[in-house]
């Protein structure tokens, strides 16, 4: 009985998925016929009413990382010193050796980023390969980009604001280069950071017929920038980005504190050979003080992993760390939305269009000044302090009352009892939030997790069986929650679409195959009940080496 009720609901499923499709092809079809200038010729690459995801895939090379090798690069000529005189225990094969990450805490490996376009129902159509070393005439000076691949809060993808491109961050260097997600930028050094070597970050573009353009950035010194938008529209040209910075010890250098959080960065016309990035340029901030609580390490409220635009309005989420809040945020343009760091958009207000004014002499005593709040009814109460905690990621607007969060899980992995631990997280899934008139408040309906699989072990073909050598946990993935999400509304249903977080007895997690999966919700619906019967189905899953990161509707959805 129950797996006939699972096929009526998979076929409905289809075909709402293929209603959508056609729907937003409907929508975006004069949006495609607006060629630019030198496009006659070129045939396009994204068609409108598709998805994109975001893919990364590891040369997997034993000699990446060559046992006793001692980690991070060059980290005996940093004030931050090395891991230790044994040096990494595994080689460069996957996927032992993510091991390395308990001896090298800033372990990671840069890899190729492929933009996978799939039928919404989840046939993959093509695959775009970012420009990256290992292409036949990519040279030292070329354009290229990179990820780190066990970086699971990296690739968020987001249409710029007239929908005619898509927007991604990543790394100027080549594949298999140690330690890059956690290296200084060129322009912010912290001498305290252990990786010994300096790396742009870059804001990356992409238009319908796969033509790139990148932007390089000194901010994120130390740690990775994970979502940018463009905004293209009514003359505006910026990227906003959301992301983190900081790999060294207390008090922080000045770059580091500038280069957090949340950028706005006007865009590079001119290859990256001939860029010269200056200071960052922080558009927004939040301090815990607002709230009347004592101040965290200057910058690390600042540690944001999603971002969107609604209504004119920039929203963040931030879900790791153990400063902070983990919550919604939103960036207040008008000055008078945030008395009290709890607060709701002002209506009319505008994106913000200059970086946030600050006296450079107050840095290191009391940091950005603060034009960010938490949003009304959102979770205000610091990590530190709160008894049930959660670990917010994507977040998408199904209308102006009707709000979805991703929620990641906590990543517990510390010992036999993560999977049942996993299966048992409350906040873990896509949260659903309604917008209250009569308070002026968002108020929590329930969390979406019938489907998704918490805590439930799968297998990967060509994967490793039984338990990892280096943590004697299982090899085995298991879906820990959500990161990043786009939907799209019809006749009054969501789909919405997530990427999978997992826990396993992996050497570092983000370097799990995870999943990309879609659930339909009744929008209007609010009971509890209803939404527990709303079912999560996989549509795609990373194989050995892959792991997925962001996904989002092609330009001209």
């Known amino acids: 009985m129950q797996i006939e009720v699972m096929r009526g609901e998979l076929c409905s499923l289809k075909k709402g998925l293929a209603a959508i499709a ?129 970086s699971k809060s990296e690739l968020a993808l987001n249409l710029s604001t007239d929908h005619k491109y898509l927007t991604f961050a990543g790394y100027v260097a080549a594949i298999d280069q140690l330690d890059a997600s956690n290296a200084n930028t060129p322009g912010a050094i912290d001498p305290t950071n252990p990786v010994g070597e300096n790396v742009y970050r870059a804001e990356a573009q992409v238009d319908a017929y796969g033509q790139f353009q990148f932007t390089e950035t000194n901010a994120y010194s130390g740690n990775n920038g994970r979502a940018v938008i463009w905004n293209n529209s009514n003359g505006a040209d910026f990227f906003y980005t959301a992301g983190n910075a900081g790999n060294g ?88 939305a945030c008395p009290n760091g709890v607060g709701l958009p002002v209506p009319g207000a505008s994106l913000p269009t200059s970086p946030l004014a600050y006296n450079v002499q ?64 409350t906040t873990a899934g896509l949260q659903k939030w309604v917008f209250s008139s009569s308070t002026n408040t968002w108020n929590f309906a329930y969390t979406l997790q019938s489907g998704l699989g918490l805590g439930v072990a799968y297998s990967i073909r060509n994967y490793p069986t039984g338990n990892n050598p280096g943590t004697g946990l299982p090899w085995a993935p298991a879906t820990d929650g959500l990161r990043n999400i786009t939907g799209a509304v019809i006749g009054g249903y969501a789909a919405i679409y997530g990427i999978t977080s997992t826990v396993s007895g992996n050497g570092d997690t983000g370097a799990d195959p995870n999943r990309l999966v879609v659930v339909i919700d009744s929008v209007g619906n609010t009971n509890p009940a209803v939404g527990a019967k709303e079912y999560f189905f996989p549509i795609r899953e990373a194989g050995f080496g892959e792991v997925l990161r962001g996904v989002s509707f092609t330009p001209g959805s």
Not at 262 to 270: D, G, M, V, Y
Not at 369 to 392: D, H, Q, R, W, Y
């Open 249 to 336: 010890s207390n008090p922080q250098p000045n770059g580091i504190i500038l280069g957090a959080g949340t950028q706005i960065i006007s865009p590079a016309n001119e290859p990256e050979s001939g860029q010269n990035p200056g200071t960052p340029t922080p558009v927004g901030s939040f301090n815990i003080t607002e709230l009347g609580y004592k101040a965290d390490k200057i910058g690390k409220d600042d540690n944001f992993r999603g971002l969107t635009i609604f209504n004119n309005v920039l929203y963040y989420s931030k879900g790791s760390g153990s400063n902070g809040v983990n919550t919604v945020y939103f960036l207040d343009t008008t000055g008078t």
């Open 22 to 150: 056609i729907a937003a092809l409907a929508a975006a079809t004069p949006a495609a016929a607006q060629k630019s200038k030198g496009d006659h010729d070129r045939f396009p690459f994204f068609f409108p009413g598709n998805l994109v995801v975001s893919r990364s895939v590891y040369d997997n090379n034993p000699q990446n990382v060559q046992v006793g090798e001692i980690l991070p690069p060059n980290c005996a000529q940093t004030q931050g010193g090395c891991g230790g005189p044994g040096g990494a225990p595994y080689n460069g094969s996957y996927p032992l050796v993510w091991n390395d990450d308990a001896y090298d805490g800033s372990f990671g490996i840069t890899s190729k980023i492929y933009l996978d376009q799939m039928f919404p129902f989840g046939f993959v159509i093509n695959s775009l390969e970012v420009p990256n070393s290992s292409q036949r005439g990519i040279g030292g000076s070329s354009d290229q980009l990179v990820t780190s691949f066990s």
């Open 362 to 425: 107050n840095l290191q005593s009391e940091g950005l000044p603060s034009n960010m709040c938490i949003l009304a009814g959102f979770p205000n109460v610091p990590v530190k302090e709160v008894t049930t905690v959660a670990f917010p990621f994507g977040i998408w607007f199904a209308n102006a009352t009707t709000l979805y969060i991703a929620d990641e899980g906590d990543g517990y992995t510390g010992g036999t009892d993560l999977y049942t631990h996993a299966a048992a997280q």
